[in-house]
C-alpha cells in the first residue's frame, strides 16, 4: 500500500519562505513521477509543480521562480521550497505519486497559511 505524508507546513508571514516534504513509501518512488498540488478555500485543486524520475520539472502558472521542487531518491523524499509566499499562497498542498502504469496515490496534505 503506497502512503504519502506530507510536512513542514505552517503559518509564515507574507514574504516568507516554508519548505515542504513528502515521504513515500510502498511504492518504488525512484522511477514516479511525483508532484505538489494545492487547493485553496472555495477553489479547485491546482498544479503546483512536479518532477519525473530523470528529474525534468514542470511548475504551474507564475509558480516557477519562487517555488522550487526538488526530489531525494535515497530518502523517498520530494519537496517543494517556497519563497516570497503571498496570501493567495495560502491553501492545503497535497503530494502526488504517479506510478509507471499511471495509477496516482496522494497524501492528505498539508496546510499553509500566508497572514501577516
Known amino acids: 500500500q503506497v502512503q504519502l505524508l506530507e510536512s513542514g507546513g505552517g503559518l509564515v508571514q507574507p514574504g516568507g519562505s516554508l519548505r515542504l516534504s513528502c515521504v513515500v513509501s510502498?511504492?518504488?518512488?525512484?522511477?514516479?513521477?511525483m508532484g505538489w498540488y494545492r487547493q485553496a478555500p472555495g477553489k479547485q485543486r491546482e498544479l503546483v509543480a512536479t518532477?519525473?524520475?530523470?528529474?525534468?520539472?514542470n511548475y504551474g502558472a507564475s509558480l516557477e521562480g519562487r517555488f522550487t521542487i526538488s526530489r531525494d531518491n535515497a530518502k523517498n523524499t520530494v519537496s517543494l521550497q517556497m519563497n516570497s509566499l503571498d496570501t493567495e499562497d495560502t491553501a492545503v498542498y497535497y503530494c502526488?505519486?504517479?506510478?509507471?502504469?499511471?495509477?496516482?496515490?496522494w497524501g492528505k496534505g498539508t496546510l499553509v497559511t500566508v497572514s501577516s
Open positions: 502526488r505519486l504517479t506510478n509507471v502504469i499511471g495509477q496516482d496515490s
Open positions: 510502498g511504492s518504488i518512488f525512484s522511477i514516479s513521477t
Open positions: 518532477i519525473t524520475s530523470r528529474g525534468s520539472t
